[in-house]
């Protein structure tokens, strides 16, 4: 494949294109505007949700974002959310019924649109006083469709809590974590960063052969293995997470080495 070059390239955030201090150096942006002036656009794919995107926004300004590990599509350019995936009320009750009676102390936020709510006694890491965040009842949140279901314990094994998540939600969801907390993300049966890159690529005119994807953790396993399995590259950062380096065709250095700028000068 000494020849190949992308037509689309597709980046996960945090621990990938961002660097520790949460932003993307010079020469990255420089790479990724070399490809962009050659026809070539990047996509974002992350688990963060459409709110967290206004820095990016300020830094690429262009481009659509794959947010909510594929459950919505935002247009950065114009920030307007183009498509969304959500799970219905009837879903969000069961699971969060049989999550809080499995294990009492599971406590719960919802991710839809632009907007945040969570539980009283759920601890946001971030955004804390942001606009669209605000402080809602279990009752509240899951009346109407989500985006995505987030699921946190303070105190239980990241590892072993998304387990019991995932046995808990079964075959009615879809499960996934991209945090070193024990915090697990729940979105609709079948949604995750590979259906929304799909939509995305289908809009550029291009399939899973003509994609380079990276990332670093298990959230982007499905997007891994659906460029991987069509005959594109999926590139795992040096640090990423053991089963994600497992579906990779290819490694690259860590994000503060800025590897994905280098991967993508070397082709």
């Known amino acids: 494949m000494s020849d190949w070059r ?11 294109l961002l660097r520790r201090d949460d932003t993307v150096s010079d020469s990255t942006l420089a790479e990724l505007a070399r490809w962009r002036d050659d026809g070539v656009p990047l996509v974002l794919a992350t ?30 350019e114009d920030f307007q959310i183009v498509d969304e995936d959500r799970l219905p009320p009837e879903v969000l009750r069961e699971v969060t019924t049989e999550l809080r009676r499995q294990q009492p102390d599971t406590w719960f936020a919802v991710e839809y649109g632009l907007e945040f709510r969570h539980e009283p006694v759920y601890q946001p890491r971030w955004d804390v006083d942001a606009p669209g965040v605000a402080v809602a009842t279990l009752e509240e949140m899951v009346a109407a469709p989500v985006a995505k279901l987030l699921a946190r314990h303070e105190h239980l094994p990241r590892d072993e809590f998304v387990a019991l998540v995932e046995d808990v939600v079964g075959d009615r969801a879809t499960v996934t974590c991209s945090s070193s907390d024990a915090l697990a993300e729940i979105s609709a049966l079948g ?8 939509k995305v690529a289908a809009r550029h005119g291009v399939g899973p052969e003509d994609v380079v994807v990276f990332g670093d953790m ?14 594109g590259r999926a590139v795992a950062m040096a640090h990423a997470h053991p089963d994600l380096l497992a579906a990779a065709t290819d490694v690259t250095g860590t994000n503060d080495e800025d590897g994905v700028a280098a991967f993508l000068a070397a082709l």
């Open 47 to 76: 688990g963060r949700p459409p709110r967290w995107m206004v820095r990016i926004r300020e830094v690429l300004g262009h481009g659509t974002a794959v947010c909510c590990n594929g459950a919505v599509l935002l247009d950065l």
């Open 218 to 231: 298990p959230n982007d396993i499905a997007a891994f293995d659906w460029v991987r399995e069509g005959g």
């Open 6 to 16: 992308p037509r689309l390239i597709v980046s996960d955030m945090d621990g990938t």
């Open 191 to 198: 949604v995750t960063k590979a259906t929304g890159l799909a």
